[in-house]
Nanobody
Framework: QVQLVEAGGRWVQAGDSLRLSCAVSGRTFSSYTMGWFRQVSGKEREFVAGVTSDTGNTHYSDSVKGRFTISRDNAKNTVYLQMNSLKPEDTAVYYC?????????????????WGQGTQVTVSS
């Protein structure tokens, strides 16, 4: 059973930085491609960033490119999302997800495992 636990979400002001983390249980973390998604109540869950299992290649949505950075520490079974220059429109519940594929998918249906989410609120 694979479990994902996000942490780090909180209330911040516009322009602030925040780092989210996602700890993954299990001994096969390094084999998973990891993604971060976010969801605003009443809207679809949208892709934010992803990092592949093998090469560590990253992919970002246009809305966060240049501001957010995804990284992973396979020794700690953890994936991070560094968020800089936060905007009110970044307010959402942020979820991490794990895929058994070797490429980053932007479609949530292709991720097998999900965390419970962490709330990020950015005030103007």
């Amino acid at each position: 059973q694979v479990q994902l636990v996000e942490a780090g979400g909180r209330w911040v002001q516009a322009g602030d930085s925040l780092r989210l983390s996602c700890a993954v249980s299990g001994r096969t973390f390094s084999s998973y491609t990891m993604g971060w998604f976010r969801q605003v109540s009443g809207k679809e869950r949208e892709f934010v960033a992803g990092v592949t299992s093998d090469t560590g290649n990253t992919h970002y949505s246009d809305s966060v490119k240049g501001r957010f950075t995804i990284s992973r520490d396979n020794a700690k079974n953890t994936v991070y999302l560094q968020m800089n220059s936060l905007k009110p429109e970044d307010t959402a519940v942020y979820y991490c997800a794990a895929s058994t594929d070797s490429v980053v998918h932007t479609t949530r249906l292709l991720y097998r495992y999900w965390g419970q989410g962490t709330q990020v609120t950015v005030s103007s």
